[in-house]
Nanobody, 121 residues
Framework: VQLVESGGGLVQAGGSLRLSCAASGRTFSWSAMGWFRQGPGKEREFVAV????????EYGDSVKGRFTISRDNAKNMVYLQMNSLKPEDTAVYYC???????????????WGQGTQVTVSS
């Protein structure tokens, strides 16, 4: 299984970005998929998770109402739409494949290399 994130970059506060995660492997469509982030000097933080069929989603408290996770199983893709970005959203964002539908890093067994998101004030 390989996961490759894209779409990161530099954006002003209040702006939007859409992250994409391209997944390889036949088991993608059976797996929950999550997004995490890690800012400088911080622990890896849960951002969002989506169930295997897209029917359920959950968000971290700091992004609820601003971020939206989605997936397209036909294309083996997961997305994270980020709106109303704040400087505190600055981090490396990781896509991960879940062992289960969860909110902690230990519940995920495959990780992408990450994509940097920087929000300027």
């Amino acid at each position: 299984v390989q996961l490759v994130e894209s779409g990161g970059g530099l954006v002003q506060a209040g702006g939007s970005l859409r992250l994409s995660c391209a997944a390889s492997g036949r088991t993608f469509s059976w797996s929950a998929m999550g997004w995490f982030r890690q800012g400088p000097g911080k622990e890896r933080e849960f951002v969002a998770v989506i169930s295997w069929n897209g029917g359920s989603t959950e968000y971290g408290d700091s992004v609820k109402g601003r971020f939206t996770i989605s997936r397209d199983n036909a294309k083996n893709m997961v997305y994270l739409q980020m709106n109303s970005l704040k400087p505190e959203d600055t981090a490396v964002y990781y896509c991960a494949r879940g062992l289960r539908y969860g909110r902690t890093p230990r519940e995920y067994n495959y990780w992408g290399q990450g994509t940097q998101v920087t929000v300027s004030s």
